[in-house]
């Protein structure tokens, strides 16, 4: 019989603007991006993929990742706490924060409840939502490893 998941009532969570995801700490530095990502992004900003993977990204082996302001630790498109390009934003942060890495009760605990102060607040995220946004993140990290062999 497999083992309920610790969050099988689902979790609370809703965004309050705090960009505290927005800023780069240890381990979550990087906002790696899938070829979709780009268009996507580029198409929110109303320019073409090409120059927004000029213009707003890195490779670094061989993976693709906004840059990074060298004056300050935040994401390119934060402005007053708020995501420039919410609509348009990357899987990565648009999963967050039901990361696989994340969705353990010890991780939960230090990476999320204590960071995150849309953590517990909102709507209710069921189990299979969650799931559904942690396998989308799991998704675009495979995509992502095919586009860096591929390319």
């Known amino acids: 019989m497999a083992k309920a998941k610790w969050y099988k009532d689902g979790l ?17 530095g990087f906002v790696y991006l899938t070829k ?13 993929t090409s120059t927004f993977t000029r213009q707003y990204c ?30 348009s934003r990357p899987t990565q942060c648009r999963t967050w924060p039901f990361w696989p890495e994340n969705l353990n009760p010890r991780a939960w605990k230090s990476e999320i409840l204590d960071f995150c102060p849309g953590a517990n607040k909102g709507r209710l ?11 989308d993140q799991l998704v675009s990290e495979k995509i992502m490893a095919n586009e860096r062999t591929s390319s």
Do not use: H, M, W
């Open 58 to 87: 890195k490779k670094s082996d061989g993976f693709f990742f906004l840059k990074e302001n060298q004056d300050k630790p935040e994401c390119q498109f934060l402005e007053e706490n708020k995501c420039r390009v919410y609509s």
């Open 125 to 135: 995220f069921t189990a299979p939502e969650i799931d559904k946004l942690k396998n």
């Open 36 to 48: 979709e990502d780009r268009k996507r992004l580029a198409k929110g900003l109303g320019i073409a």
């Open 12 to 28: 609370k969570f809703e965004c309050q603007g705090s960009g505290n995801c927005c800023v780069s700490r240890g381990q979550y």
